[in-house]
């Protein structure tokens, strides 16, 4: 950790939505060490449930789909906003489970941050979003490969 970051502790992480939280060293630290491992079998398989039922609303979005179709696919799948399903569809992009024809995502191959920030859609409401999902769109369906298989 750099000297000039401070530290994340246990109390800054406590009931705070982590995933809408800037990702930096010093949280990702806290993070991990936060961590203590999928030992909760309910929670597991909810999860798990859950991702599932993310999974299947996505895939019967037409070919024709959008952004804004895919984010509201996820309403009611889990208790959230708008734009912490952004920050959750963002992140299924950057593994890859919602790949992109022609822009390679973060799981697959070194895309520095100037060549992801230079690549853009046309359109402005796009440009909102993280790369590779910037260009997602319904044809491109979800790439199994890339999801947990529980096992």
């Known amino acids: 950790m ?3 970051e401070d530290a994340v502790t246990s109390e800054d992480l406590a009931g705070d939505a982590f995933w ?3 990702i930096n060293i010093p949280w990702a630290s806290a993070a ?6 999928a030992d909760n079998d309910y929670d597991v398989h909810r999860g798990r449930a859950v991702l599932e039922d993310i999974v299947d609303a996505i895939r019967l979005l037409p070919e024709s789909a959008q952004l ?3 984010n509201a696919a996820l ?3 889990l208790k959230s906003n708008k734009l912490e399903r952004t920050v959750l569809l963002e992140a299924l992009g950057y593994a890859g489970a919602l790949p992109t024809d ?3 995502s973060y799981a697959t191959e070194f895309v520095t941050f100037d060549d992801a920030n230079s690549r ?3 359109q402005f409401y796009k440009k909102e979003w993280a790369y590779p999902v910037r260009f997602w ?5 979800v790439d199994p490969a890339r999801l947990p298989t529980g096992e």
């Open 137 to 141: 769109t319904g044809v491109d369906g």
């Open 32 to 37: 991990v060490e936060r961590f203590d491992g």
């Open 68 to 70: 804004t179709e895919l």
């Open 75 to 77: 309403i009611g799948k």
């Open 102 to 104: 022609g822009y390679p």
């Open 20 to 22: 809408l939280r800037p």
């Open 2 to 4: 750099r000297e000039n």
């Open 120 to 122: 853009m859609p046309s």
